[in-house]
């Protein structure tokens, strides 16, 4: 298909009869697919825009009644943030065809994990909604480790592996995350619990 402008100027005679035609035809196809394009993009833009909006509304919903005080709060918030614009610049780099399993483990991982901490499974490409959803699960579970369990202890080892399940059409994928090394967790009748 092809967008074309007709211009032309008739020339008329003494009488009013047209003499003759002169014009132009100009190919606009490209402007056009141009046009298109850009509102294919701004319309996906203004998605995606919607559901980050909707996710930071979540955050803030979900650190408001899991901080005991605003200092607490303030500190989860940014975090929180934090992890969503790294996953946010991951996608962006892949122009937001997905991102690799491995490359959101590892950025969650980075301020808590050295040689304490070990990861493998198949190789997964995360689509981006997926990619968004396991950064911020990956997020409090590397939080909660750093402040209780293995991550808060030089012994403290994190194991995180994936898998496709036996006979699975690779539409669910298991993810074990197994720490060793922490600190004790009391038992229930040691701290009062019945």
Same mark, same amino acid.
């Given at each position: 298909?092809?967008?074309?402008?007709?211009?032309?100027?008739?020339?008329?005679?003494?009488?009013?009869?047209?003499?003759?035609?002169?014009?132009? @035809?100009?190919?606009?196809?490209?402007?056009?697919?141009?046009?298109?394009?850009?509102?294919? &993009? /701004?319309?996906?833009?203004? =998605? $995606? #825009? !919607? /559901?980050?909006?909707?996710?930071?509304?979540?955050?803030?919903? =979900?650190?408001?009644?899991?901080?005991?005080?605003?200092?607490?709060?303030?500190?989860?918030?940014?975090?929180?943030?934090?992890?969503?614009?790294?996953?946010?610049?991951?996608?962006?780099?892949? /122009?937001? $065809?997905?991102?690799? &399993?491995?490359?959101?483990?590892?950025?969650?991982?980075?301020?808590?994990?050295?040689?304490?901490?070990?990861?493998?499974?198949?190789? #997964?490409? &995360? !689509?981006?909604?997926?990619?968004?959803? #396991?950064?911020?699960?990956? =997020?409090?579970?590397?939080? @909660?480790?750093?402040?209780?369990?293995?991550?808060?202890?030089?012994?403290?080892?994190?194991? &995180? /592996?994936?898998?496709?399940?036996?006979?699975?059409?690779?539409?669910?994928?298991? #993810?074990?995350? =197994?720490?060793?090394?922490?600190?004790?967790?009391?038992?229930?009748?040691?701290?009062?619990?019945?």
């Amino acid at each position: 298909m092809r967008w074309i402008e007709s211009r032309s100027f008739i020339c008329y005679g003494g009488d009013g009869s047209p003499q003759r035609v002169v014009g132009v @035809n100009i190919d606009l196809t490209e402007r056009k697919q141009a046009e298109e394009h850009r509102n294919i &993009l /701004n319309a996906e833009l203004d =998605h $995606r #825009v !919607k /559901n980050v909006l909707a996710t930071v509304g979540a955050i803030i919903r =979900h650190t408001q009644h899991s901080t005991p005080s605003m200092t607490d709060f303030v500190t989860a918030l940014e975090q929180r943030i934090e992890s969503l614009a790294g996953t946010h610049e991951l996608l962006s780099h892949s /122009n937001w $065809r997905g991102v690799a &399993l491995t490359e959101v483990i590892e950025r969650e991982f980075a301020p808590y994990a050295g040689d304490n901490a070990e990861i493998s499974g198949p190789s #997964v490409t &995360l !689509k981006a909604e997926a990619a968004q959803a #396991v950064a911020m699960v990956l =997020h409090e579970l590397t939080t @909660n480790s750093a402040k209780y369990g293995a991550f808060s202890s030089e012994a403290g080892r994190v194991r &995180l /592996n994936w898998h496709w399940p036996q006979n699975s059409r690779r539409e669910n994928l298991v #993810v074990d995350w =197994h720490e060793s090394g922490g600190p004790q967790i009391p038992s229930a009748a040691s701290i009062g619990l019945r």
